[in-house]
Each structure stands twice: as structure tokens, then as C-alpha cells.
């Protein structure tokens, strides 16, 4: 079964997304249509709409049994005087959810399939057809990542669950092959994602004259083996003192206590979570703090352990992951602190009944940013099409101090690139010096 794809809308000339569906209350009222279920679509048909003077239109409908005409009797838009309810426009940038990564929010179950969320979604409330109430709401599914510190660059929900909880076997592979890489290629400019372990003088001396061999050593990896050779064999020798040496500090590396991990780099693979270090950030570092429903009271995770090693012969052995399942809580202070930084971090209002965040902007604040989308008869300066087509809707007047940072990607929510927060910028000037020294300074 595939994902339903969202209704469509034109609203002020242009093509949205809408979540919610209609025409669903039109259906309920007359039994007698009866769609049929289709690949394209589960539901059994896609619907088109406008937004025109703050009404509701149909515009078209597809499927393999119904069409607007058949319906209404019309090719001409109609008035959706059926409908009340609130519906949803996604605006800005789309996150695809991968549907097969735990999500933390459980209530939140769509992504089961795969979807497209928004960075920002025009929430509107309708009576009979016609809109009487917009808000923006700030859409909180992405995958933030962090921007600082030793997981700079990654997602915050990998170092929650940890890679592990995506593909575990896929990702122990992806661990060993990185591990054996920097083991044996003296050609590999990346730190190594590796557990705490302790390496002998012997074991030291070992892996400098393996990477010194220029790739003379080599691993064969499959899901359940590891088999190592130096390719020293000949027809009158089956001594590999290298490879069985390899072989025995591969074994002592793999069943080792996996709890600590140490090494980091955008190339390796993190494996286990790390819920200290999310907890740690939100303690200690001002500007970071992550949506509400990422820090869940109880979270069960997957969690490698160690390796259980069959040895087969001096250069051959089996490996078994232990995966065990941790249970842990974020403490509720630790919760309310978050959830009181990111409001203040982003200018929102936690709705826990609703699950959304609302901008806590003026509104002046809201129709500088917002205006386009909140107001039909909003009109500004420039060719708005080709704007939007960059996914710049946040549209307002830039400051000397902005124009000044035009060709730096200027984010006016990243205090690194504001120069009242950063003083690196009066000695390296706007760019990614500036940024690099803002988060890299104690």
C-alpha cells in the first residue's frame, strides 16, 4: 500500500499542498457515491481546490469512476457550502519522513508510509465554505540538526535512537567496514566512530604496519562473516602472521563493551544513542532546544551491546550482534525547560491540546512575515512568483547589516549570523569563519 497523496489547492494564484479532505463531508452526505479503491489513490480519488475571496472551490476531482461533472453536473467550480472544519496548507520548505524510522511521536502515524511534512502550514478554519479564521502554525516533523559540538551536522533523531534503530544490520556492517578502513588504509582522513576500548603496545604496533602495507591487508565483510588475509598465501605457505594477528585484535575491538562511544566525524556511523548529550545540550547550550515531541518520558531503545565471535579458523569468524533494549526518561524539569527555550527560540506557543506550535508574534511581526499567506488583498514589492519559487516566503525589508551579508545565505534565526550576538564577524568579516568560530568558542 502506498501513501495517499494530499488534496490540492490554489490559493493566490499558486499550487499548495492541503491536509485534510472536503469532500469527505459530502460523501457522508450521499450514500450513493461510491468510489473505487485505485493504486493512486487509497482513498479512491484526488480532489483539486481554490481559495477565492475566502471561499472554499472544488475545482476537479480524479478517479477511476467519478469526475466533477458526474458529481455535480458542472465542469465549473464549485462552492463547498458542505464544508466546516479546519484544513491545513503546507508553505515553505518539505521534509520527506523515511517510513521505516521510528518516529518519535507516536500519535503521529502518517509516516508509516512515507510523507512530505512542511516548514510551516496555514491553518484555516471554515464555516459552510467560507474561511473565518487563519493562523500560521510552525510544522514541527523535520529532522533538526545540531549545530554545534561533537554531533555537529547530524540529526538530532539519530543521536536520540541511534542509527541502529534504522537498519541495524545495515548499519553494524556500515560500522565494521568504517572500522577495518581506519584500521588497515593509512589513506583515511577520517576519525573513526568507535567504542571505548583499550589498545596494547602490541596492538598499536600492529595496525601502524597494516596501514603501512598501503592496503595490502583486506577484510571481507558480509552480514554474518569476517575473513581476513594479507595476501602473503602462496602454494607453499599458509602462514599469515599479519591477517590472524588482524583477525584476533578485530575479535578483541568487537567484544568490547559498546556502552561509550568515542571518536565522531560526518563519515562514520554513530550507532548507539546518546541521550546524555541531547540532554546536555539543552542544560548548557542557550540557542539549542528541539520540538516537544522529541523528548518522550519513555523511550525504548535498541541498543548494541557487543559482539558474540565464532571463531571458524585462524583468519575466519562469525559475528553476532547483542542487541539489547534500554529503557529511559527525559526528566519533566528537563522537558519544561526545553519546551519553555524552543518557545523562546522561535517566537512559539506550545498548544498541548492540539500538539502545534503558534507564532507569539506581534502582528505587525506576523504581516511582515506571514502577510502573503494571511491576507488575500496583501500586496508587496517585487515578482512574488519567482520569490516563492525559491521557497523564500519569509518576505519583509532586509537591514543595512542583512544586505551587508547578502552572498553569506543570511538566516536571520541563526545567531551566529547576527552581529550583535557573534563578535567574530568584526574579525573575520560575515562568512563561515565567523559561523565556525561563533560555535566552536567555549
Not at 502518517?110 to 510552525?138: C, L, M, P, R, W
Not at 502577510?371 to 532586509?398: K, V
Request: proline share 3%; net charge negative; hydrophobic share 35%.
Amino acid at each position: 500500500m502506498i501513501a495517499q497523496a494530499f488534496e490540492r489547492v490554489i490559493y493566490r494564484n499558486k499550487d499548495y499542498p492541503l491536509m485534510g479532505g472536503p469532500l469527505e463531508a459530502y460523501i457522508e452526505k450521499h450514500k450513493d457515491i461510491k468510489f473505487e479503491m485505485a493504486t493512486a489513490y487509497c482513498r479512491g480519488y484526488q480532489g483539486y481546490w481554490l481559495i477565492e475571496n475566502n471561499q472554499l472551490y472544488l475545482t476537479k476531482i480524479e478517479s477511476t469512476n467519478y469526475s466533477l461533472l458526474d458529481l455535480f453536473g458542472t465542469t465549473e467550480p464549485v462552492f463547498a457550502e458542505w464544508y466546516s472544519g479546519t484544513l491545513s496548507i503546507g508553505i515553505g520548505k518539505s521534509f520527506h519522513f523515511n517510513p521505516f524510522y521510528p518516529f518519535p511521536n507516536k500519535s503521529f502515524s502518517a509516516h508509516k508510509f512515507g510523507i512530505d511534512s512542511y516548514e510551516n502550514y496555514v491553518q484555516i478554519k471554515i464555516e459552510k465554505g467560507t474561511i473565518i479564521e487563519k493562523k500560521i502554525i510552525k510544522g514541527q516533523y523535520q529532522y533538526p540538526k545540531f549545530e554545534f559540538g561533537k554531533y555537529n551536522g547530524r540529526e538530532i533523531r539519530d543521536v536520540i535512537n541511534g542509527k541502529i534503530a534504522e537498519n541495524t544490520y545495515t548499519t553494524i556492517k556500515n560500522f565494521i567496514e568504517d572500522l577495518v578502513e581506519g584500521l588497515s588504509n593509512k589513506e583515511c582522513d577520517y576519525n573513526i566512530l568507535c567504542h571505548s576500548f583499550k589498545l596494547t603496545e602490541d596492538d598499536k604496533s600492529l595496525i601502524q604496519d597494516m596501514r603501512n602495507r598501503c592496503n595490502k591487508v583486506e577484510f571481507f565483510i558480509t552480514k554474518d562473516y569476517i575473513a581476513i588475509s594479507s595476501k602473503t598465501f602462496s602454494e607453499y605457505s599458509t602462514n599469515d602472521d599479519i591477517a590472524e594477528k588482524a583477525s584476533k585484535l578485530l575479535e578483541k575491538i568487537l567484544t568490547s563493551n559498546f556502552k561509550h562511544l568515542v571518536g565522531f566525524s560526518e563519515n562514520s556511523i554513530l550507532i548507539n544513542s546518546d541521550v546524555q548529550y541531547v540532554a546536555w545540550a539543552i542544560l548548557n547550550v542557550d540557542v539549542f532546544a528541539i520540538p516537544s515531541f522529541y523528548l518522550e518520558k519513555d523511550l525504548s531503545l535498541k541498543t548494541l551491546k557487543t559482539f558474540k565471535i565464532n571463531r571458524l579458523n585462524p583468519f575466519v569468524f562469525e559475528h553476532t550482534p547483542i542487541i539489547e533494549t534500554v529503557k529511559c526518561a527525559f526528566a519533566k524539569e528537563l522537558i519544561k525547560l526545553n519546551q519553555d527555550k524552543f518557545e523562546k527560540i522561535n517566537n512559539v506557543v506550545y498548544d498541548l491540546k492540539s500538539n502545534k506550535y503558534t507564532y507569539n508574534l506581534s502582528e505587525k511581526e506576523m504581516r511582515e512575515r506571514f502577510g502573503y499567506f494571511l491576507y488575500e488583498d496583501y500586496e508587496e514589492e517585487g515578482n512574488i512568483d519567482s520569490e516563492y519559487d525559491d521557497e523564500d516566503y519569509n518576505h519583509r525589508q532586509w537591514s543595512e547589516d542583512e544586505l551587508e551579508m547578502g552572498d553569506w545565505n543570511y538566516d536571520p534565526w541563526n545567531p551566529a549570523h547576527d552581529p550583535d550576538e557573534n563578535p567574530w564577524i568584526d574579525v573575520f568579516g560575515a562568512g563561515e569563519e565567523a559561523e565556525d568560530a561563533y560555535w566552536n568558542t567555549d
